[in-house]
């Protein structure tokens, strides 16, 4: 049972992982709290969906076009919305409202075209796998694996390409990075183009695991919020870390206490970090003032 | 006439909301995103009090509203230590754990079904039963709140609220406590907003967790920012506004079963618009900073 609860986490953890990865990518380089970040979440999945069931395509394009146009959604609030807020040097507080609002709005637009109900996309769990007393099922696996080709491919995005640097450099300090004389607009796309690819990618298969309905983007997107502020701002890897401890204290909360209290648990665990570690667990110590 | 008298006490009920949340977000600078969690806990307080201990109206208001001023230490305490994106998570925070706790704890708070048959109002065997007399009694309490709102913006209170906003080193540094001005702003905030709550309740006479989600806590929200923050007529320009907007949408003839998401995507691209062209709202002064 607590096997089989662990594992569940873990898989959890692989997609909430996805999505903080996408958001800290953001959060941490330009410092704008994406909201927006899971209204291109739960389009991807409407994506798939309508592509699968209203047009037939076969699962591999529609895979391929949800997530493509779902990078594109992020693509385009950077370039219509967020770069012209930068350009104005408009206050943070200020273009997370307007983030809201492009939330609001889109969100609107999808529960409008497609009613607030869940829609299922494969019926059944499909093909299961049992590893002892665990039992996965083949959705499950590829999560999982997903999770591990994606991450190592940020990874090595991060350590061995220019790009990497200057994103590692834009976390750090965003002001030398552009007296270095690097294009920053096009540094933000790449960034925005790769957050919202992650997020898609985990938002097709939870859509073709579970389903979707017009709230599950926020859902997702305040986890991986929580995720990122847990394991630390400033650090990529930190929100892979957070996600995983959120995930499996989730599952295995299930255990004791009714599941419905799990939202409550992910603001618990948040008030307590930033009450006791407001840089998270990998975050570096800075006065509150300059982060 | 009675949809008219309906709207007004419905334009009454922001009105107190989005006052006290002004508090906050206009005069002390906090963009606080748990207000709907205070008006849950006025509603739910003074609705508990009526139906399980049969107390007045009179009497529940005011126990509802201390015990939503007490409660609003949890987020006030915590979040005195940050700005910006931190604040917002702590109260988002607040109100996440405060709907779980009206939604699940079911043996108390009536779980997802909530509290049925709450009595109306009555003072002295004189009841506020009908819409006429309930709008009566909303707009005394509204003018009520207006007034301590309106005193307040131009005390020295106030005017110690507006400069933390603008500068909270500068007002630390003046010999002010920072802190404890933001305690007491976030305690009057609370408590107002729970007076909003308990009226809510005496009005329709059943209340379920769903009247206070993080949804609402953005609505009333984005009345203050799309009226305007920082000064008095800002809150009052948006509520009318905000809970007009949707009535002239039925009269375009847009069908019932969209038109709440047609409404909703109208505020989404309000706020995304104001951000851009006028960051202090309609009629407000605060430009958040």
Redesign the interface.
């Known amino acids: 049972m607590i096997l089989q609860l662990l594992a569940n986490g873990l898989v959890t953890g692989c997609i909430y992982a996805l999505v903080a990865l996408g958001f800290g990518l953001i959060y941490n380089t330009t410092r704008i ?1 994406h909201i927006a970040h899971g209204i291109v979440y739960t389009i991807a999945a409407y994506l798939l969906y309508t592509f699968v069931r209203g047009l037939g395509l076969s699962l591999v394009w529609s895979l391929l076009l949800a997530i493509i146009l779902a990078t594109i959604l992020g693509i385009v609030t950077e370039v219509f ?1 967020y770069y ?2 930068y350009r104005k040097k ?9 983030s ?10 999808v ?2 075209l497609y009613g607030n109900e869940t829609k299922i996309l494969s019926p059944g769990a499909g093909k299961t796998f049992n590893f002892g007393s665990v039992i996965l099922t083949k959705i499950q696996l590829a999560e999982i694996l997903a999770f591990l080709v994606f991450f190592s491919i940020m990874v090595l995005l991060f350590k061995k390409t220019k790009l990497g640097k200057i994103i590692r450099a834009l976390a750090d300090n965003p002001n030398l990075v552009t007296v270095l004389g690097i294009n920053i607009r096009w540094v933000r796309i790449y960034i925005f183009a790769l957050g919202s690819f992650l997020a898609a990618v985990a938002s097709c298969l939870v859509a073709m695991d579970v389903g979707m309905d017009p709230n599950v983007g ?1 859902e997702v997107f ?1 986890v991986s ?2 995720a990122v ?1 847990v394991g630390g701002v400033g650090v990529f890897e930190g929100a892979v870390l957070g996600s995983f401890i959120l995930a499996i204290l989730q599952n295995l909360m299930v255990w004791k206490i ?1 599941a ?2 799990q ?2 648990l992910v ?2 665990i ?2 307590f970090f ?2 006791f570690k ?1 840089m998270g667990i990998l975050g570096k110590r800075r006065r ?1 003032e300059e982060a | 006439m009675n949809y008219v008298l309906h709207l007004l006490i419905m334009i009454c009920i922001y009105s107190i909301l989005s006052l006290s949340l002004n508090l906050l977000v206009g005069y002390t600078g906090l963009l606080s995103l748990c207000h709907a969690a205070f008006y849950g806990i006025g509603a739910y307080v003074s609705a508990l009090l009526m139906t399980k201990l049969g107390l007045n109206f009179f009497l529940a208001l005011p126990v509802s509203v201390i015990i939503s001023m007490l409660l609003s230490l949890l987020v006030a305490y915590p979040s005195l230590r940050f700005k910006g994106d931190y604040f917002i998570l702590t109260a988002l925070s607040f109100q996440i754990i405060i709907f779980s706790v009206l939604h699940n704890c079911a043996g108390f708070t009536g779980g997802p079904y909530g509290i049925p048959g709450i009595p109306k109002p009555h003072l002295f065997g004189f009841e506020f039963n009908s819409l006429p007399l309930f709008l009566l009694l909303s707009v005394i309490l509204a003018s009520l709140v207006f007034f301590v709102i309106y005193r307040i913006s131009s005390s020295p209170f106030g005017r110690v609220l507006k400069a933390i906003r603008e500068d909270e080193l500068a007002t630390l540094a003046l010999g002010k406590k920072v802190a404890g001005f933001k305690i007491q702003a976030f305690m009057i905030s609370g408590g107002i907003a729970a007076i909003a709550g308990g009226l809510y309740a005496g009005y329709i006479t059943y209340i379920d967790p769903t009247s206070f989600t993080l949804d609402e806590s953005i609505f009333i929200l984005a009345i203050i920012l799309v009226g305007g923050s920082g000064n008095i007529k800002g809150p009052i320009v948006g509520t009318v506004f905000m809970i007009i907007l949707p009535e002239i949408l039925k009269f375009l003839g847009i069908p019932d079963t969209i038109a709440p998401n047609v409404r909703q995507m109208i505020y989404g691209a309000l706020l995304v618009l104001m951000m851009f062209i006028r960051q202090q709202g309609i009629a407000g002064e605060y430009k958040f900073e």
Do not use: E, H, Q
């Open positions: 709290f919305i012209p807020f408009t206050s943070l507080s200020v273009v997370m409202i307007g809201l609002g492009i939330y609001i709005f889109l969100v609107n637009l529960a409008m926020m305040l919020a929580v502020i009714p419905k209290w939202s409550a603001f618990l948040l008030v930033l009450l407001p509150l």
